[in-house]
T-cell receptor, first 115, second 116 residues
């Protein structure tokens, strides 16, 4: 149990376009989903916390208008990188929690490359 | 401000021996700690966790020890296997309410290499 999927696993796009990444909890209902990004050889940095049916809470320094998060159901959250630029190229990972708040289960990640 | 620190960027161990990964934290509000294993280009995999009301939690080859007074936790892997080679992250969570609820703060990670 506790399987989280992400789609796509990798994406290459042109600068200025928008990219949507999906995060799904496959075998449980996720009360909360989190979005992280990881730069090479660095730790995971939390971008935002997403609760079903409410607005996401963004970490300091993360542009909410650039990284749009929608949590439409208890099994799906989406991250849209709007007007992507090369500096947005990174590894984006989502996680989900059950009613037990503490253990987060991670998706496999999405490699975004902006040309 | 790095609230969770893994001071050893890498660790090399012989197969069959014990691997000890260390993690220190500064925020006394942290009350739940987790260890994750991560391969390149993959998401972290949950290994084991411990609540601040305990000082030890064991699951198969993995044991996590928590020393609250020293704000230190460690992950012991016995016996180590080549398949354990990966990056290990410790993470901490606080029971504070509001926007801190459920958030994890990660350490920088330690690369474990287990040699056959």
């Amino acid at each position: 149990g506790a399987v989280v999927s992400q789609h796509p696993s990798w994406v290459i796009c042109k600068s200025g376009t928008s990219v949507k990444i999906e995060c799904r909890s496959l075998d449980f209902q996720a009360t909360t989903m989190f979005w992280y990004r990881q730069f090479p050889k660095q730790s995971l940095m939390l971008m935002a916390t997403s609760n079903e049916g409410s607005k996401a809470t963004y970490e300091q320094g993360v542009e909410k208008d650039k990284f749009l998060i929608n949590h439409a159901s208890l099994t799906l959250s989406t991250l849209t990188v709007t007007s992507a630029h090369p500096e947005d190229s990174s590894f984006y990972i989502c996680s989900a929690t059950r009613t037990s708040r503490n253990t987060q289960y991670f998706g496999p990640g999405t490699r975004l490359t902006v040309l | 401000d790095q609230q969770v620190k893994q001071n050893s960027p890498s660790l090399s161990v012989q197969e069959g021996r014990i691997s000890i990964l260390n993690c220190d934290y500064t925020n006394s509000m942290f009350d739940y700690f987790l260890w994750y294993k991560k391969y390149p280009a993959e998401g972290p995999t949950f290994l084991i966790s411990i609540s601040s009301i305990k000082d030890k939690n064991e699951d198969g080859r993995f044991t996590v020890f928590l020393n609250k007074s020293a704000k230190h936790l460690s992950l012991h892997i016995v016996p180590s296997q080549p398949g354990d080679s990966a990056v290990y992250f410790c993470a901490a969570s606080t029971n504070a309410g509001g926007t801190s609820y459920g958030k994890l703060t990660f350490g920088q990670g330690t690369i474990l290499t287990v040699h056959p």
